[in-house]
Structures are given as C-alpha cells and as structure tokens.
C-alpha cells in the first residue's frame, strides 16, 4: 500500500480509507466478524480508519475500538460528530455544549483518549461557525484531536471557515469529506479545487455511488441486496442505471471489474486523498484490496468522461447533503402574491 500526505497535516494516511458505517446493526451485526474485516484491511496496510457516533447509534465506535486494541498506535483514526444521539433536540448539532459531550462519548467508545481526525458530519446553518471552531480548537489544546475537518460542506462554507479561522486565530479544517463517485462529480467544480487551495485532504465518501457502481444493479434486472432493503431511491435512478450500462464495457475493455474501475478513478484526482470503502463482508473487502494496485490510464478516463462529463452528477447519492436553500421550498420560492412580474 502507498501513502499520501493527509492535505498539509503531515499525516500519512493509505489511498483506501475503511469505513466503518457498515459494521452494527446498519450492516454487519456480527462484532466479531466485523473485527475481522477491520483487522483484514490493517494487515493489507490500510492505515486510515473512519467512523461516527451515528453510525448505528454508536455501535460503529464501539466495534472499531474492540479492532484496535492494542494496533491503536498505528491507526489513523476519524470519527464524525454532528447527526442526532437521541431525542434531545441538544443532542446533535455543532454546538459547543453538543461537541464537546459528542467527543467524549466517542472516545469512550473508541477507547482512545484521542482521535487522529474529528470531523463535523454537516453544516449547521443555525450556528455560528466560529462557536464550531472555537470549540473545536480547544479539543485540541487539551490533546484529545489531532485535526479537525469537515463533511459534505459546500465549497462557500469552507471558504468562510477558513477566512474565520484566520481573522480569529483558530485552528482551521484541514479536511474535507465530499461524495465522489463517477456519477457524482459535482464536486470536481468547487469543493475539491478549494480544499487543493487551501492544503486540505479530500477522504471522498461513496465511490461505488452507494453500490450502483459494484455492477450488481442492473437496468431491468430486480435488486435483492442488502443496501435494496434500505429503499435508496438512487438504486432505481433511471439516469444513473443508463450510465452504469454504459461504464460496464469501459470496465470490460480495459480488463476489470466495474468496482476497480470505480475506486481507481476516485483516487485518480490529484485533489483526493482517500476513497472511503465501506465493506460489509469478508468477501467485499477482499474484492476492493484486489482492486489496490489498479490504474487507469488516460484512455480509460477520457472514456469516462465520455460517459459522465466531469463536474456533473447523474441524479442524486440518497445520502447527500441538500443545502438548506435547495432542499426547503420556502427558501427559493418567493411568496404566490410576488412572484409575478407585472
């Protein structure tokens, strides 16, 4: 396994990221089997874990921290704050008063009194940004966070928490995590050129495009896998189905599968990092540690471009984040009595 700088952090973390969201009852219920993977994916040199306390309500952490015992050394280890841990409406968000209790139960579980890398899991447009990093800055004064990043932030929100941190003399992002796929590429537009401005490490989530791009879904063909059950409307997305077709020969013709292709072209981007894989299975993670040594010539990624043309995404990733003014209606619709011109 090669390495890669973590942005400017000094870091070296593997261009495969495990991730965790898959092991609990969202996925692997199976602790011990679970183990297993996590210590599969170490002993292949994968060095860069990431997890979240929402991750199954905790049992994600939990499940990691049996993993590392005694291997916590030689771990980079992530974990996300941010989703709700309960019914309190105080107990998610990015708040100083919700951060600070969110990490600590996360080391808890972790079993760690720190973590490598803290990231917020999504905006929080109802609070100040500065109450986020100043709060954030003291986790890491006090040793527990050794940097701190962000997830699925829009390219205009991590430009102002950069200008925050500097005019305040904060610590400041050093990552980013976007959803990166081939039939996600809105990103390669703004975020990924920002965080190369900035010296920020991109760890891109979903790269298989939350399994369409495993070649098991297939346009008229029904879908029986674990993730169908979950009722992802972007498993069904006639758009994304008519691409996949389309990527199967350019995986066919350059001898591989659809998911090496898939991996490969999202660590081919000189402002990524790491691509999170999130296996289930034994036998998931087998299929993507084959897939290590894969690279795509230009040939393969001109066609690619072919098929989905860069900075564009073919319909949605389910679990994307919708900021605010696209996803509520009263925020780009102007009330009926002013809406017409004359």
Avoid at 108 to 125: E, K, N, S, Y
Wanted: glycine share 10%; aromatic share 6%.
């Amino acid at each position: 396994m090669k390495y890669r700088t973590l942005g400017r952090t000094g870091i070296k973390v593997s261009p495969y990221c495990l991730g965790a969201m898959m092991f609990g009852a969202l996925g692997n219920p199976d602790h011990e089997d679970s183990v297993r993977v996590i210590h599969k994916a170490l002993d292949a040199g994968v060095n860069f874990v990431d997890t979240a306390d929402a991750y199954s309500r905790g049992e994600s952490e939990d499940i990691v921290g049996k993993a590392l015992k005694g291997r916590r050394d030689n771990v980079v280890l992530a974990t996300k704050a941010h989703l709700p841990m309960g019914e309190d409406p105080n107990q998610q968000g990015n708040s100083r008063r919700w951060l600070t209790r969110a990490l600590e139960d996360s080391l808890r579980r972790l079993g760690t009194d720190h973590v490598d890398l803290f990231q917020i899991h999504r905006p929080a447009p109802d609070t100040d940004v500065e109450e986020t990093l100043s709060a954030l800055t003291d986790m890491m004064r006090a040793g527990k966070v050794r940097a701190i990043g962000t997830s699925s932030f829009p390219a205009s929100d991590i430009v102002e928490a950069q200008w925050v941190a500097e005019r305040r003399g904060l610590q400041r992002f050093r990552t980013d995590q976007p959803t990166y796929s081939i039939l996600n590429r809105g990103v390669e537009r703004e975020v990924l050129p920002v965080c190369e401005r900035y010296g920020m490490g991109a760890l891109v989530y979903s790269p298989l495009a939350g399994g369409l791009l495993t070649g098991r879904y297939r346009k008229g063909r029904p879908n029986d896998t674990h993730r169908a059950g979950f009722g992802f409307k972007h498993l069904s997305d006639e758009r994304r189905l008519d691409a996949v077709e389309q990527l199967i020969p350019v995986a066919h013709d350059a001898g591989m599968s659809l998911t090496h292709l898939a991996t490969a072209f999202a660590i081919s981007h000189p402002g990524v990092t790491s691509a999170i894989i999130g296996p289930r299975t034994m036998d998931h993670l087998d299929d993507l540690l084959a897939g290590a040594g894969t690279r795509l010539s230009d040939d393969i990624l001109d066609r690619i471009d072919a098929v989905v043309a860069p900075g564009t995404d073919v319909g949605t990733l389910d679990m994307a984040y919708a900021p605010p003014a696209v996803g509520q209606a009263r925020l780009r619709r102007r009330p009926a009595d002013e809406r017409a011109a004359a």
